[in-house]
């Protein structure tokens, strides 16, 4: 399924990552090399503890990495100072979380257009419309995330991190405090996202449901990268996460 002549969106490079330090280190990663190719979803699992979140938040120059590189399209984020990180997170990486991490004193509109306009960029209203109606919130603009439903607020953080077009959009546990209708309707945007609009997603999810969603799962453990399922369906993530499991021990 990964079609290489669209190019690769985000890149590690035998990247580890170590918290702490003598007897209280943790590797959290340990040498992990993967490629996110243009225009693909995918999902990232492995049991608690595995380095999931650690991978995606070095991925996308929120933490840095002990050793090894990462790369955001052309850019090498491994390096980057501060200025550099900064305007890497705002221009070429958009972020869906969990919490879903909205303004409360700001409408949905101006919530989903804050990063351009904290960047000093234009909203392209024909982008702007077309993201709004697909993920159906064009009667909720005016509405503050207190008078939105958890799903209609987890569908306005992924039409902010769609609005400007990034590099790469990661999702952090999206679905993670949705109901199940909620979710599935995340989930269906995310990956239209990608199919229709060519956008990057990678997602880091407990749930098979969801991973069945992307077209690629890679499966962590104690850090290393040890598996990988194109076009996945629910139950052969849910066998694979059981292997893994035995193998690893669930902590
Ligand atoms: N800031 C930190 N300081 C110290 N150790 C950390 C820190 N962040 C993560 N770790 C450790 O690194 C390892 C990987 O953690 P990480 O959060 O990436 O795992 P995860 O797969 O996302 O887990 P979960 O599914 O429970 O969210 C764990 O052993 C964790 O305790």
Redesign the pocket.
């Known amino acids: 399924m990964p079609d290489t002549t669209r190019g690769v969106a985000a890149r590690a490079v035998d990247v580890w ?1 170590s ?2 330090s003598g007897d209280a280190a ?4 340990a040498g992990v090399s993967v490629e996110f190719e243009r225009e693909h979803f995918t999902a990232i699992m ?12 070095c991925l996308a120059g929120l933490d840095d990495v002990t050793d090894g590189e990462v790369w955001i399209g052309d850019t090498k984020v491994t390096g980057l100072n501060d200025k550099g990180l900064t305007e890497l997170r705002r221009d070429q990486v958009g972020f869906v979380f969990q919490q879903f991490n909205l303004l409360p004193t700001l409408t949905a509109e101006e919530n989903i257009t804050l990063p351009l306009a904290i960047g000093g960029r234009k909203v392209d209203r024909a982008w702007f419309d077309t993201v709004i109606d697909t993920v159906g919130l064009r009667d909720r603009l005016t509405h503050r995330p207190t008078q939105l439903s958890g799903g209609q607020q987890q569908r306005v953080a992924c039409a902010r991190a769609l609005v400007s077009r990034p590099e790469v959009v990661f999702a952090d ?1 999206p679905t993670g405090n949705l109901d199940s209708k909620s979710g599935a309707e995340v989930l269906g945007f995310l990956q239209k996202s990608a199919r229709e609009f060519g956008q990057t997603i990678v997602m ?1 999810t ?1 749930d098979p449901n969801a991973a069945s969603y992307a077209d690629r799962v890679i499966f ?1 453990a104690d ?1 290393k990268i040890v598996n990988e399922i194109l076009d996945p369906t629910a139950d052969a993530v849910l066998e694979t996460m059981k292997h893994l499991d035995t193998a690893v021990g669930v ?1």
């Not at 943790?26 to 990663?29: E, K, M, Q, Y």
């Not at 492995?46 to 938040?57: E, F, I, R, V, Y």
Request: hydrophobic share 30%; net charge positive.
């Open positions: 990552k918290y702490g943790v590797t959290a990663l492995g049991p608690s503890g595995s380095g999931k979140s650690t991978l995606m938040h546990e880091v407990h962590l850090g902590s």
